[in-house]
């Protein structure tokens, strides 16, 4: 049988393309979801974790507020055994959220568990600092480093300050980057902020100043995905006057002052699912702060689901307002969100201003601290308006708990005045420290109109 040179030629240039694509495909993966060390993060010297037998980096971190908590970063698709191995004998231990129900066998210096799907968990053993268990679904897909769109940040140590992002950009870091630097974007669209790696915004973000680890204003379309946030004071991450955002899987630790986690204002069609959020103030800060700065933006369509909150030092598990210098906060809904500490309540709204809040939805919220569950008043505070813009209080119309479960403390209700009230709230299959919670356990005042319960919990 005779060959022709070329169709050989075309035969060897094919199986080479084989080859370097398979290599490519398998440089690829194996750059999603291997694990590496953070560069300038501490090795933890209590914990080393193990996640379908694979060893996976565990740091010991030191986080604003002087707060240390061990962390690892891993994924998790489908059944996953993760083993942790602690420096001492484990004797007692709490794997958090409770409302998981995660199971662990103790075998020696072990603890052994599986998960089935990614969870954001808090690990307790003896009376060490905690272990945070930072679980995503794998990467699927990398950009490209050449293209002009892309800023790309490898493993290691990088310090870019201030980073400006421009539309149409991706922003990536990878798994064992740390960005020294904060990231602000204004009049932006089609923007995204993946990968696994920590943006380092401490010695950048400034209280007096305002200024944030990561914001976004008057932006659209904006995805954030897998990414560390650590930061100085101030709040952690800001959206502001935005339209289109998703947030998902970003883990946050910084505890000092006023280190809310993620923060909106003016924000439509919003979405932050599979957070952790640990902070030094409010978990979520859904506010209107100065309207006659910022006009008045509506905030509607925001949802927060199955993210995990770890509140220290100051504020709220949770806080809608306490500014709310706007005329409309609707379609309002926190869904599968576990408050595993809290500092002032588990859920607090002290609304402030002016703004009519319409249907705002608690459901499968958990909050295991048995001390000052739920708050929300409308009332005149020190963060009322004081621009001369208006001294004015607004209303709750739609105040919906649905599976709502507490540790016990007070669930208190307060309307401002006739005209200024809440109305229609809902409470189904609540319960506070196991039992149904009804009209008995909620404190309120002349001002709230139409309060039902409907409890068919077993």
């Known amino acids: 049988?005779?060959?022709?040179?070329?169709?050989?030629?075309?035969?060897?240039?094919?199986?080479?393309?084989?080859?370097?694509?398979?290599?490519?495909?398998?440089?690829?993966?194996?750059?999603?979801?291997?694990?590496?060390?953070?560069d300038g993060f501490k090795k933890s010297d209590l914990f080393q974790v193990k996640v379908n037998g694979i060893k996976?980096?565990?740091?010991?971190?030191?986080?604003?507020?002087?707060?240390?908590?061990?962390?690892?970063?891993?994924?998790?698709?489908?059944?996953?055994?993760?083993?942790?191995?602690?420096?001492?004998?484990?004797?007692?231990?709490?794997?958090?959220?409770?409302?998981?129900?995660?199971?662990?066998?103790?075998?020696?210096?072990q603890l052994i568990f599986k998960v089935n799907k990614p969870e954001m968990l808090i690990i307790k053993i003896n009376n060490l600092k905690p272990l945070c268990l930072f679980?995503?679904?794998?990467?699927?897909?990398?950009?490209?480093?050449?293209?002009?769109?892309v800023i790309f940040f490898g493993k290691g140590i990088h310090e870019p300050g201030l980073l400006s992002i421009k539309s149409g950009q991706t922003?990536?870091?990878?798994?064992?980057a740390i960005v020294k630097g904060r990231f602000f974007a204004e009049g932006v669209h089609n923007v995204t902020i993946k990968g696994r790696g920590i943006i380092d915004a401490r010695g950048f973000t400034n209280k007096s100043k305002k200024i944030c680890g990561l914001e976004f204003k008057s932006s659209s379309h904006i995805k954030v995905e897998g990414i560390g946030l650590r930061t100085g004071e101030w709040w952690q991450s800001l959206y502001i006057l935005c339209n289109d955002v998703d947030v998902r899987y970003m883990n946050l630790m910084s505890f000092g002052v006023n280190n809310d986690g993620i923060d909106i204002d003016g924000v439509t069609n919003f979405t932050a699912s599979g957070c952790?959020?640990?902070?030094?103030?409010?978990?979520?800060?859904?506010?209107a702060v100065d309207a006659k700065t910022n006009g008045q933006m509506p905030t509607e369509n925001c949802t927060a689901s199955d993210c995990v909150i770890y509140n220290a030092h100051a504020g709220n598990g949770l806080r809608v307002g306490a500014s709310m210098e706007t005329h409309l906060f609707k379609n309002i809904t926190f869904r599968n969100i576990d408050v595993v500490e809290h500092s002032g309540y588990g859920i607090r709204s002290d609304h402030s201003d002016w703004a009519s809040c319409e249907n705002i939805l608690f459901e499968n919220f958990f909050i295991e601290k048995p001390v000052n569950a739920i708050?929300?008043?409308?009332?005149?505070?020190?963060?009322?308006?004081?621009?001369?813009y208006r001294d004015e209080r607004g209303n709750i119309y739609g105040l919906n708990f649905i599976n709502v479960q507490t540790s016990g403390g007070q669930i208190i209700l307060n309307?401002?005045?006739?005209?200024?009230?809440?109305?229609?709230?809902?409470?189904?299959?609540?319960?506070?420290?196991g039992k149904p919670i009804e009209a008995k356990d909620v404190e309120t005042n002349e001002f709230i109109y139409h309060l039902n319960f409907l409890n068919q919990i077993n």
């Open 1 to 38: 049988m005779k060959i022709q040179t070329g169709s050989i030629s075309s035969i060897i240039i094919s199986c080479i393309a084989i080859l370097i694509g398979g290599s490519l495909m398998s440089f690829q993966q194996k750059d999603l979801n291997h694990y590496v060390q953070y």
């Open 56 to 109: 996976v980096f565990t740091a010991e971190e030191l986080c604003f507020g002087d707060s240390i908590f061990h962390t690892s970063q891993f994924f998790v698709e489908g059944e996953t055994e993760i083993i942790v191995e602690c420096a001492v004998p484990v004797e007692k231990f709490e794997i958090r959220p409770f409302s998981k129900k995660i199971s662990g066998v103790i075998k020696g210096n």
């Open 135 to 149: 679980q995503t679904p794998p990467e699927k897909e990398v950009p490209d480093p050449k293209d002009p769109n």
């Open 171 to 176: 922003i990536y870091l990878e798994q064992g």
């Open 276 to 287: 952790f959020i640990g902070c030094g103030d409010d978990g979520f800060g859904w506010h």
């Open 375 to 388: 708050n929300i008043k409308i009332e005149k505070t020190r963060y009322s308006n004081d621009t001369g």
């Open 415 to 433: 309307g401002f005045d006739t005209e200024h009230a809440i109305r229609n709230v809902n409470f189904k299959n609540c319960k506070a420290s």
